[in-house]
């Protein structure tokens, strides 16, 4: 059994990353033998990997994989699936702004070779001090997470990000796979209500993980505008498979548009 770290960045040298030079400390434990790490590059220019010849000294099996066309996360998350993993590894998921640490390590490897391993392990995020995942999606509403304890929990209407999601490839051999439609938004919804459906617990580690969830400081009105355009057309891919909920998405859809259109004074959102 390995555990496969799949960090993509985009445009971020490796001391840029939160999530590598974390990963680099890590490594320096020892901790990190049963791991291999791919580091997805999506940007235009490759990563420097002379940057991470420290961190190959800790360890050993480190992947680079560069493509400059900016590739959907869709595709690469089953491009990793098809390729890079076996049928008892385990697939993480990061960011390249997640602060991970060696609790999230040494919990991970402690609960995957127990007698229950789970099919699916969470941390949970904390973005300026609040629990931003998992949380309730209702899709009309959410709700924040309040579960203090570790342990299993049910999976419907539990929504999470990517970043710091542990998956088993068991889940994966079931045939799942990310809708190639999604492009940089929605992988993680879609990856929850799917697992949902079949899967009724994941596991809740003990284990806190910083994250950056600011993809742009003060971003314009047609930037917001921009990326809720985005996450709407997302969301409607991710419940296409329900009329009910596709239904309940468009009127969510309208509703946020409505709330944003006041709120900036722009009838941008409608677009």
Do not use: C
């Amino acid at each position: 059994m390995m555990i496969n770290i799949l960090v993509v960045i985009y445009n971020k040298s490796f001391s840029e990353s939160k999530t590598l030079v974390a990963i680099e400390a890590t490594a320096k434990t020892g901790l990190l033998k049963p791991f291999k790490l791919l580091i997805w590059d999506n940007s235009p220019v490759k990563i420097n990997e002379v940057e991470l010849d420290q961190l190959k000294g800790h360890l050993q099996d480190i992947t680079v994989i560069h493509t400059p066309e900016n590739l959907p996360l869709s595709k690469i998350y089953n491009r990793v699936i098809d390729h890079h993993i076996n049928s008892d590894d385990y697939l993480m998921l990061l960011d390249h702004d997640t602060f991970v640490t060696e609790k999230y390590f040494l919990e991970i490897i402690d609960k995957i070779n127990g007698q229950d391993s789970p099919d699916l392990l969470l941390p949970r995020i904390l973005v300026n001090g609040n629990i931003e995942s998992p949380a309730l999606q209702y899709v009309l509403f959410a709700k924040r997470w309040k579960e203090d304890l570790p342990g299993y929990y049910d999976t419907k209407h539990v929504t999470a990000i990517n970043s710091g999601m542990v998956i088993s490839a068991r889940f994966f051999s079931s045939g799942f796979r990310y809708d190639e439609r999604l492009l940089f938004y929605g992988t993680d919804t879609y990856m929850m209500y799917k697992y949902s459906g079949d899967n009724k617990k994941f596991y809740l580690l003990n284990t806190s993980l910083k994250h950056d969830l600011n993809l742009l400081s003060n971003p314009s009105v047609t930037q917001k505008a921009k990326v809720f355009r985005a996450i709407k057309q997302a969301n409607l891919i991710v419940y296409s498979s329900s009329r009910w909920y596709s239904v309940l998405t468009r009127i969510n859809n309208l509703i946020i548009a409505v709330k944003y259109v006041v709120k900036y004074r722009s009838l941008i959102f409608f677009k």
